[in-house]
């Protein structure tokens, strides 16, 4: 049984920003991936998901009150070759390039930090879940680039994992609302994961708070080989 349950932990807490998890679902039949995007700004509400081909943007909803693009337009998921690459910001495309010159995800991240928006100096989340011939051997990573507990100096922190059924992990940006909003602390929460996209696409979008969340997006890769299913919601229709 994982230590904590998703439903709560998304339903308890108005503001946990952006979020990221990944794991295997509970029949043990597929790699799932989910990544949200909340807002308390009209700025950062004023978006939606659009997949394109080999990944998926942030776009404005209204172009024309789009006020400032820097920190929420960007790429949280590009696809390279067997690896899925999800992350909170533009640092899915540094992944993307490091990992297609042969180096790696810590490598790529080692290059980057926190975000530039004092005083929240808000974490950049990602991760990377890496499949090949034999799928159902997959891994996935996760990290974490944050401050010194809101000082601004960057701490970086990696963790890897070996999938278990029904297993995911969830790591987000802040660890409640707040002025300054606190960042996330300790590792990545364990949590039960469904069977199927829908399922968990279900589960986190009707317990986001109604107000703040803004789009999710779920990817679910069967590891039998056959084709993904992709989930967007977004609020902005």
């Not at 939606?48 to 006020?67: P, V």
């Not at 899925?84 to 810590?106: A, H, P, R, S, V």
Request: hydrophobic fraction near 30%; proline fraction near 5%.
């Amino acid at each position: 049984m994982a230590l904590f349950d998703l439903k709560t932990l998304l339903s308890e807490n108005t503001y946990p920003g952006r979020g990221i998890v990944i794991g295997k679902s509970a029949d043990g039949k597929s790699a799932l991936i989910a990544y949200f995007i909340m807002g308390r700004s009209e700025n950062s509400r004023n978006r939606i998901f659009e997949r394109f081909e080999g990944g998926m943007r942030t776009k404005a909803f209204d172009e024309s009150k789009l006020s400032d693009p820097h920190l929420i337009i960007y790429n949280p998921y590009l696809k390279l070759g067997d690896t899925d690459i999800i992350t909170n910001g533009d640092q899915t495309n540094t992944i993307y390039y490091y990992l297609k010159e042969g180096k790696t995800f810590e490598d790529a991240l080692y290059t980057r930090e926190y975000e530039d928006d004092c005083p929240n100096y808000t974490p950049r989340i990602s991760g990377a879940l890496y499949y090949g011939f034999q799928k159902e051997m997959f891994t996935y990573k996760l990290s974490i680039l944050k401050s010194s507990n809101g000082r601004p100096h960057c701490n970086r922190y990696f963790y890897n994992y070996t999938p278990e059924d029904g297993i995911g992990h969830f790591i987000h940006t802040y660890k409640c609302d707040g002025n300054p909003i606190p960042s996330f602390y300790g590792e990545p929460e364990e949590v039960s994961l469904p069977n199927t996209a829908k399922e968990l696409a279900d589960l986190c979008w009707k317990n986001l708070n109604n107000d703040n969340k803004v789009s999710l997006f779920v990817r679910q890769i069967p590891l039998d080989g056959s084709e993904p299913t992709e989930i967007i919601i977004n609020k902005n229709k």
